[in-house]
């Protein structure tokens, strides 16, 4: 039996996932109202096949709760923030987690870390709460891979990274995700595994911070950065990808930031990229203020579409809409602009509207925040507003980009 503990973007399609291919599987949220809404038929998010992948894993079994359970496996896929100051990596929910299993689990369990960690964070903050535990466990650091948006797809046909102390055990642990995922597993270290999983993201990053720097270099000579990415990416190995507004969510945003923290004076262009990414947000404002002053558009005629941080999901976490808020306030210019988001029913900041066509009566100049393909769809309802495309969802000579 297979116990997974947060039931979060990771942990639910992960258990509902392994339920639905056969494993026994009991999934466990210390967040009552997570565990009630899945008792009562209602998933937690939207993501598309998620339901039906809930439907097929209640058929078979799976059961929620908000007790630890005893089981062979536990597979934890609890938040690992950083802090803000030290910019390491804040393992507290996987400790408190760590430990909750630990007070219940038979020995010999293997303990399945999903959580992304910084390189190091078994040694130094899991291993010695298992120490003080005194029990027989085994220890296993599963990073996960999935994109919002393409979650089901991408457990069943992501490559996947299983670090280990004990081959034997890397290779239960192999056979248990190989019930669903049909690609490569690949079994190596524990230290091995951590650093991958933040590599991949900070590659990711640094390569975002390439194009955005382009962005503001181009702005600065008068140049279409966009034109020149398509031109310099003809060539057969560059493959500079598309700036925009900043980058968000719980991963690409965060996982570079516990490199720095870990390794001051070293991770330098990683720093340099995580700056230049953070700095983005304001950049589109600076390019707000600019468009207002040259056609004469008050400020609260302008609106912001999009506020997750990427297309076709509800995740608003870190997200480049949430950042712009964020410093708009210092400007005390924040309530007066007006925000829309499909996906974001709940009201984060004031005037936020539910319609797109009330939110669009009010605002003069669009700025598109997020590609979602509604906006794709609709195209047509911008016409005579003035728009600035920080995503490039549409190839309008008369639109503003970034
Ligand atoms: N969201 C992504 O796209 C993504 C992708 C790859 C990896 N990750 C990593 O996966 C991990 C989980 O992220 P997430 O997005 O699923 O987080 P989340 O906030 O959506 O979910 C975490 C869940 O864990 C629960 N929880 C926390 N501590 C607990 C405990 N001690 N016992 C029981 N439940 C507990 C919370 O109530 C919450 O429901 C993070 O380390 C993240 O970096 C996330």
């Not at 390019?287 to 008050?298: A, N, Q």
């Not at 608003?316 to 809409?321: D, H």
């Given at each position: 039996m297979v116990n997974v503990i947060g039931l979060g973007y990771i942990g639910l399609p992960t258990a509902l996932m392994l339920a639905a291919n056969g494993v026994e599987v009991v999934g466990t949220d210390y967040n009552g109202n997570v565990v009630e809404e899945l008792n009562h038929s209602r998933v937690t998010f939207q993501e598309d096949g998620l339901l039906e992948l809930y439907r097929r894993a209640v058929e078979k079994g799976i059961r929620f709760t908000t007790e630890y359970r005893k089981a062979d496996m536990y597979v934890i896929s609890v938040p690992t923030p950083y802090d803000e100051f030290s910019k390491k990596v804040d393992a507290s929910y996987v400790e408190r987690a760590v430990e909750s299993v630990l007070s219940v689990c038979p020995p010999e369990a293997v303990l399945i870390i999903e959580s992304t960690i910084s390189p190091g964070t078994i040694d130094r903050h899991v291993r010695p709460i298992v120490e003080r535990a005194d029990k027989k466990v085994h220890l296993v650091h599963a990073p996960e891979r999935i994109i919002p948006g393409n979650m089901i797809y991408e457990l069943e046909h992501n490559n996947r990274t299983i670090g280990c102390d004990d081959r034997e055990v890397g290779e239960r642990v192999r056979a248990v995700y190989a019930s669903f995922c049909k690609s490569e597993i690949t079994v190596t270290d524990i230290r091995t595994a951590e650093m991958t999983k933040v590599v991949e993201n900070t590659y990711r990053d640094i390569n975002i911070a390439f194009a955005n720097e382009l962005a503001k270099i181009c702005r600065k000579d008068g140049?279409?950065?966009?034109?020149?990415?398509?031109?310099?990416?003809?060539?057969?190995?560059?493959?500079?990808?598309?700036?925009?507004?900043?980058?968000?969510?719980?991963?690409?945003?965060?996982?570079?930031?516990?490199?720095?923290?870990?390794?001051p004076g070293l991770a330098n262009i990683i720093l340099a990229a995580r700056k230049i990414n953070d700095s983005?947000?304001?950049?589109?404002?600076?390019?707000?203020?600019?468009?207002?002053?040259?056609?004469?558009?008050?400020?609260?005629?302008?609106?912001?579409?999009?506020?997750?941080?990427?297309?076709?999901?509800?995740?608003?976490?870190?997200?480049?809409?949430?950042?712009?808020?964020?410093?708009?306030?210092?400007?005390?210019?924040?309530?007066?602009?007006?925000?829309?988001?499909?996906?974001?029913?709940?009201?984060?900041t004031p005037n936020q509207y539910h319609s797109l066509d009330a939110f669009l009566e009010q605002v003069d100049l669009v700025v598109i925040m997020v590609g979602h393909t509604q906006i794709r769809e609709n195209l047509e309802k911008l016409e005579g507003k003035l728009v600035l495309d920080t995503r490039k969802v549409a190839d309008c000579p008369d639109w503003y980009t970034l």
């Open positions: 140049l279409d950065v966009y034109e020149i990415i398509r031109i310099a990416n003809k060539h057969p190995r560059v493959n500079i990808l598309t700036p925009g507004p900043g980058v968000g969510g719980h991963c690409i945003s965060v996982d570079p930031w516990f490199l720095v923290g870990d390794y983005m947000p304001e950049f589109v404002l600076e390019r707000v203020y600019g468009i207002c002053k040259e056609r004469g558009v008050d400020i609260s005629r302008v609106g912001f579409y999009g506020m997750t941080y990427k297309e076709d999901v509800d995740d608003i976490r870190q997200s480049p809409t949430l950042q712009l808020i964020h410093n708009m306030e210092k400007h005390l210019c924040g309530h007066m602009v007006k925000f829309y988001d499909p996906y974001v029913e709940k009201d984060i």
